[in-house]
């Protein structure tokens, strides 16, 4: 943009000064005369004060017009992030939903296949009652505060406070990595790094998903993510090695359908 207001500032004053009148010799009149200015130095300067005029108010218009692209630019971009986290939202319910389905399928399999049994009654003699054992509180607050700051976490990051939920995260990680919620939390720090344009730390935090939570539900959800990563990366083998590893392993997954409508596309494009 400076190289064209350059240019357009060049080429106006090439052009004022080259409508600008000759010199005029004045030496010939008498002594106390009124010098005499040709009309044509008249029009030329009020030409050249024009053109100046021009120059400015178009370096006004490049400078509004400049502002506006930023201003567009940004609410792209903030656009952008929002989609991404909203599009994450949706797969987590997604995720929670197949969860809770295939839960009421095992628990109906497990009540058709099990006859009730008769209860026994077991005597107790009276010198040994026996009390109900009871959890102890401080591991009742543990379990709660880890809840808290997991929920904590997650909603800072659907509310698009990203590094905020980076840092929750990370607390609830590096205080017990094996807790029941760590899984989920290591999976949602992998999303904020991404939707916070952190590629690298993305990438590592849904490997590490993959490493130390083999068994969760959101494995197939990172090895897709890591999919798609490489795909906005322009890595084609790499993203295609995630997507056939979603749906070879996890056949039934959710992630495996958007992964195998991944993999269409890249054949649509060949052909």
């Known amino acids: 943009m400076k190289k064209i207001s ?7 004053s090439s052009v004022a000064f080259a409508e600008l009148a000759p010199v005029i010799d004045n030496s010939s009149y008498p002594s106390g005369a009124p010098a005499v200015i040709p009309a044509q130095a008249n029009t030329s300067v009020n030409n ?23 201003e567009q630019a940004n609410l792209i971009a903030e656009l952008k992030k929002k989609q991404s986290i ?17 839960s009421n399928k ?14 026994q009654e077991v005597e107790v003699p009276a010198s040994k009652s026996v009390s109900p054992a009871l959890t102890p509180s401080s591991g009742q607050s543990t379990d ?11 909603d800072a990051f659907r509310n698009g406070q990203t590094l905020e939920a980076i840092t929750q995260f990370n607390a609830l990680l590096s205080k017990d990595p094996n807790n029941q919620y760590a899984n989920n939390a290591q999976y949602w720090l992998g999303e904020a790094y991404r939707v916070n344009k952190n590629t690298d730390a993305a990438r590592k935090a849904f490997n590490l998903v993959i490493e130390k939570y083999p068994n969760s539900a959101k494995v197939p959800d990172a090895i897709l993510r890591l999919g ?3 795909m906005e990366q322009r890595n084609t083998a790499k993203a295609k ?30 052909n």
């Not at 909203?86 to 295939?102: A, H, P, V, W």
């Not at 996890?250 to 958007?258: A, D, E, K, R, V």
């Open 6 to 12: 350059a240019l357009l500032l060049w080429s106006l």
């Open 48 to 70: 050249t004060y024009e053109l100046m005029t021009r120059l400015d108010e178009a370096q006004n218009e490049i400078q509004q017009l400049n502002g506006k692209m930023e």
């Open 86 to 102: 909203m599009y994450s939202d949706f797969d987590d319910r997604l995720q929670q939903m197949e969860t809770k389905i295939n």
């Open 106 to 119: 095992s628990s109906v399999a497990t009540e058709s296949s099990t006859p009730k049994e008769k209860e």
């Open 144 to 154: 709660g505060d880890k809840k808290q700051q997991y929920t904590q976490a997650y």
């Open 228 to 230: 798609l990563m490489e």
């Open 241 to 270: 090695d995630y997507f056939t590893r979603v749906i070879t392993d996890f056949p039934n997954s959710p992630s495996s359908q958007i992964a195998a409508k991944k993999l269409q596309q890249f054949t649509d494009v060949k």
